[in-house]
């Protein structure tokens, strides 16, 4: 099937969003001139935080330059954002070996991370729970035509979205997408998550953005986020979780002391918690479980709620596979949660990954005292 137009729906709601040719996305222009420019954020500094009066901890933002140094990370782009406060705790980029925070600004290869999006689409549009089942034939990392196909033999495996969203299962969100949803509550979806809008108010920063479908694979490769089109901002990757954590009202981030603290509906309350149930099963049986298997053992970590989301790609301009670790961890006493963006380029020798990064980073922020309200 050729998609020839886009839906009608997607044209009233949207048509200030998309452009472009071949299917691509256009950003929102905003006419709003910057009051804080990229060059100004490549390097912070307990100064220009002061003088910029910026929100980030100085104490977070010194650690994690210190184990990204470390562990010899060549490109990094980290985002820590309180997940109530939207204050942004954190802003840590590398290139070359090279401190450069201004990179946490820019957008990448979303891979993987796009899942959070249809896996919203699919509870809060498509009726769909965490024990809904799917079936799939080959490789759970692939995505071929023939993988597509309803058929099912000898060799079908059966799975459910919780688990499939877990192991990061390209072949059922890609099923989800083309046989299921369509490319309309997708694409809504991630509108009201904050695609094509940049995060941050004030200061220039990337939005996230993907390719308009032309054909029912590029549907699939949407729904999976196995493409090379769909770009995310560490920035707004962190703030789409702030959903999962906050019964579904998003976080814009900020960056400034005193701006306001502003939120937005981006799914339904039984959305978030569904979707935060299954990244926590990212955490204990998914993709990430080998790095926090002893999170449950941890001083610091048992007392912490945790879930995730992992992505990997290859990609070019720097060369390499890009590493992405999405999550959100919550205090079950303070109920003090942050959110976490972790993008890591690998080269062939690489030292530590995005997922035991952002444990260390986790684990860091957590192990400060806590402070419990006096209610008395």
Not at 44 to 54: C, G, H, S, V
Not at 264 to 274: E, I, L, N, S, V
Not at 318 to 323: A, D, F, I
């Amino acid at each position: 099937m050729r998609y020839v137009v886009i839906p009608l729906v997607v044209i009233m709601t949207g048509m200030f969003f998309f452009g472009g040719r071949h299917g691509e996305a256009l950003p929102i222009e905003h006419k709003a001139q910057p009051v804080i420019s990229k060059e100004a954020l490549s390097v912070i500094t307990p100064e220009k935080i002061d003088a910029l009066d910026l929100t980030i901890d100085w104490d977070l933002q010194q650690y994690i330059g210190e184990i990204a140094r470390r562990n010899k990370v060549s490109f990094a782009s980290i985002v820590v954002m309180d997940a109530h406060s939207g204050d942004v705790l954190a802003l840590y980029g590398m290139d070359n070996a090279q401190e450069d925070c201004s990179r946490c600004l820019g957008a990448y290869l979303g891979a993987s991370l796009f899942k959070v999006v249809t896996a919203a689409a699919a509870i809060d549009s498509g009726g769909m729970s965490p024990e809904s089942k799917f079936t799939y034939n080959g490789k759970a990392h692939t995505l071929y035509k023939y993988q597509l196909s309803p058929k099912k033999d000898r060799w079908t495996q059966e799975i459910t979205l919780a688990r499939a969203f877990a192991q990061s299962n390209n072949v059922v969100f890609a099923k989800i997408g083309t046989m299921q949803l369509g490319e309309t509550p997708i694409l809504l979806t991630a509108m009201r998550m904050g695609f094509w809008q940049s995060p941050l108010e004030g200061i220039e920063c990337s939005p996230s953005t993907l390719f308009i479908p032309e054909t029912e694979f590029n549907v699939a490769e949407l729904a999976s986020g196995f493409n090379r089109r769909t770009r995310i901002s560490p920035v707004h990757a962190a703030q789409m979780i702030t959903a999962v954590v906050n019964d579904g009202a998003m976080v814009r981030p900020r960056i400034v002391h005193g701006d306001s603290v502003e939120t937005q509906p981006a799914m339904g309350k039984d959305t978030a918690r569904q979707l935060r149930a299954m990244m926590n099963q990212t955490i204990k049986r998914g993709t990430v479980s080998k790095t926090f298997w002893n999170s449950r053992y941890d001083r610091v970590l048992k007392n912490v709620q945790l879930g995730a989301k992992s992505g990997t790609i290859d990609g070019s301009e720097p060369e390499g596979r890009r590493n992405w670790f999405l999550g959100y961890a919550e205090h079950e006493t303070s109920g003090e949660a942050i959110t976490i963006a972790c993008l890591i380029i690998r080269e062939d020798y690489y030292w530590i990954e995005a997922d035991a990064l952002s444990k260390k980073i986790i684990r860091h922020y957590f192990s400060k005292p806590v402070t419990v309200a006096d209610n008395s």
